[in-house]
């Protein structure tokens, strides 16, 4: 078989001009007598041979040939025929023959998903909490009663409301209320829970318009309330949560609606409060249409002050967080921190930007807020 070979090779070679330093490599097998095509093509410098070979038993052969110019490849695959063609591909134009492996492929970096932030899976009424209807089961509790003229639940001092299924809102007009576990629907030009003054704490409850539009989720009705807010899952808002003084941490504040002269706040202090302080902190706050915000710090009717936005996953709105500055002079105290500005509807997160109105007033901090996703994921987001 080398014998054969090496007489085929040797007669192209000649024909071509191929000269010096032929080294030639091949297994052993049965006797076969090879017989070179009648044509050379000479390809981008190098040569192309084709050498027939009948072999008894057909087999895999490749044969290596080097020369000091361009590298010639053949490799013999039999095929079910009596005579296997043996064809070697174009040479490359190389001088010198690369032993290196290829490059593996790359993939862009992907981001991965935002986690760490409160969903649907994590707030609202729990699973398999059992809930009796308001008002066609129960109509009356600890503190609170079903007003049939006003069609909403009316809550006293000390009312507590857990595990209930109310087809109204909740109007909260004493103080030390507790609301859980409580899944109430409202539409139209009204909230779902509206506190008018007093302390009131709502919690693991679902809040929404039920597919349809709703003024308000939880608001702060004469801005001298006290509230807690933890955990919930508030949907179908123009306005999820309004209050300035309390605690909102946990929740899960996404899927507006919008009508004509809507404003579009996930969150808002509308501002003067000079009593206590407002912490929001840990909450998913998603506004899907093109304006207002998902967090805003707005002076309607005075100076914001004692607030402080931590570790919130914002998105959506003209700016997702408006941070406090505005017309009726400097912010103070206001502490804006560990936040993350999705781009999950924007690039920038908002239509303008991640964020409007930071004033650096006296106190004032800004600090670790950062790019939760998208090119910038990461990186500082600066005021």
Partial sequence: MKLGILAALAALLAVSGIAGGVALAA??????????????????????ITVVCTV????????????PGPTVTMTATPTPSSQP????????????PSTSAPAPATTPPTNAPVTGFPNAS?????????????????????GWTWDVNAGMVRADDGAVLDALDIAGGIEVYGTNVTISRVRAVVKGNWWVIGVRGGTATVKDSTLSGN????????????????????????????????????????????????????????FTDNGGRKDGTLTISNNTFLNTIDQTDAI??????????????????LAGGSYCLYAGGGDKGKSSNVVIRNNQFSTRYRADCGVFGPVAAYDGGVGDVWSNNTWADGPKAGQPVTP
């Fill in 27 to 48: 297994g052993t097998s049965p006797t076969a007598s090879c017989t070179p095509s009648p044509t050379v093509q000479d390809v981008t410098g190098g040569s192309r």
């Fill in 56 to 67: 008894p038993k057909p087999a895999p052969v490749t044969t290596t040939v080097t020369v």
């Fill in 85 to 96: 063609t043996t064809t070697a591909p174009t040479t490359t134009p190389s001088a010198t």
């Fill in 122 to 142: 994590t707030t609202g009424v729990p699973a398999g909490t059992v809930l009796r209807k308001v008002p066609s089961e129960v109509s009356s509790g600890i």
């Fill in 211 to 266: 597919g349809s539009r709703v003024e308000v989720g939880i608001k702060d009705v004469c801005g001298c309330s006290d509230i807690t807010v933890l955990r919930n899952d508030i949907a179908d808002w123009t306005s999820g949560i309004q209050m300035s003084r309390g605690l909102v941490d946990g929740n899960y504040v996404h899927d507006p609606k919008l009508a004509t002269g809507d404003h579009i706040n996930g």
């Fill in 296 to 313: 805003s710090l707005f002076q309607d009717f005075g100076t914001i002050q004692n607030v402080t936005v931590d570790h919130n996953l």
